[in-house]
């Protein structure tokens, strides 16, 4: 697979609106674009569903409607989450598609600078589930592409 043109990576940029809901996962920071954030819900009951991929937790009803929900360290880290009562679900919708995925915790939301999201070729090309990362309080904060998560991408 071709590495990302500058020309791709820069249009990723373009997605973020300015804010975005902060969260950890597998003791990384993460972010996602507030834009692609449906609801953030309480761990709910999960229909197993036999023979998908391991992050694969299963489907939630949401108001009649069967969701996928992943375990978003399983997906990009093959590191199982440590999942309780507490495990909040993120609730991401694009045009046509809705995804929930676990995290271990939710830290608010942060005003992202369009113009300090650092595209890292070699992020982007190991996994197509970061867009960049950005510096935050001496952080370093993974931004996720929420828009490949639930399957536009692809």
């Known amino acids: 697979m071709a590495p990302p043109s500058n020309e791709q990576l820069s249009t990723h940029s373009e997605q973020i609106t300015g804010q975005a809901l902060l969260f950890d996962c597998a003791g990384t920071k993460m972010a996602v674009s507030l834009d692609k954030v449906y609801r953030v819900l309480?761990?709910?009951?999960?229909?197993?569903?036999?023979?998908?991929?391991?992050?694969?937790?299963?489907?939630m009803n949401f108001h009649g409607e069967n969701i996928s929900v992943i375990d978003l360290a399983d997906k990009i880290y093959q590191q199982q989450a440590s999942i309780n009562l507490d495990t909040p679900i993120i609730?991401?919708?694009?045009?046509?598609n809705k995804l929930a995925f676990v995290v271990d915790s939710i830290d608010g939301i942060?005003?992202?600078?369009?113009?300090?999201?650092?595209?890292?070729?070699?992020?982007?090309?190991?996994?197509?589930?970061?867009?960049?990362?950005?510096?935050?309080?001496?952080?370093?904060?993974?931004m996720l592409d929420a828009k490949m998560l639930v399957g536009e991408g692809e």
């Open 42 to 59: 309480p761990l709910v009951e999960l229909q197993f569903v036999p023979g998908l991929a391991s992050y694969h937790l299963g489907l």
């Open 110 to 142: 942060i005003t992202v600078d369009l113009d300090k999201i650092r595209q890292n070729q070699q992020l982007c090309e190991n996994s197509k589930a970061f867009m960049g990362s950005i510096n935050r309080d001496n952080d370093i904060v993974l």
């Open 91 to 96: 609730l991401c919708k694009s045009e046509n």
